[in-house]
């Protein structure tokens, strides 16, 4: 079974940090891309980032360039996104997903409230 198990989320003022980890199981984490999205409540899902199954390459949403960073440890099986300079607009839920023999697989996610 796959199992994507997200970590981290919290409340945190704005200009703070978090660091999301991903917990995964029940494939070879490390043959796969992954990927960050977060859908604030009432709005659609957003692309955050992505980053290479070997770590090598990453991309990056305009709106968290330069803030967050995708990260990730094979030998662990784990994906990480530290968020820097946390914005309001920032708040919500956070999951990761990759795509397995072209099905999309998703965890149940971390919520990350930023706010005063």
């Known amino acids: 079974e796959v199992q994507l198990q997200a970590s981290g989320g919290g409340l945190v003022q704005p200009g703070g940090s978090l660091r999301l980890s991903c917990a995964a199981s029940?494939?070879?984490?490390?043959?796969?891309?992954m990927t960050w999205v977060r859908q604030a409540p009432g709005k659609a899902p957003e692309w955050v980032s992505s980053?290479?199954?070997?770590?090598?390459?990453?991309h990056y949403a305009d709106s968290v360039k330069g803030r967050f960073i995708i990260s990730r440890d094979n030998a662990k099986n784990t994906l990480f996104l530290q968020m820097n300079s946390l914005k309001p607009e920032d708040t919500a839920l956070y999951y990761c997903t990759t795509i397995l023999d072209g099905s999309p697989q998703r965890g149940q996610g971390t919520l990350v409230t930023v706010s005063s």
């Open positions: 980053i290479n199954s070997v770590g090598g390459s990453t």
């Open positions: 029940g494939f070879t984490f490390g043959s796969y891309d």
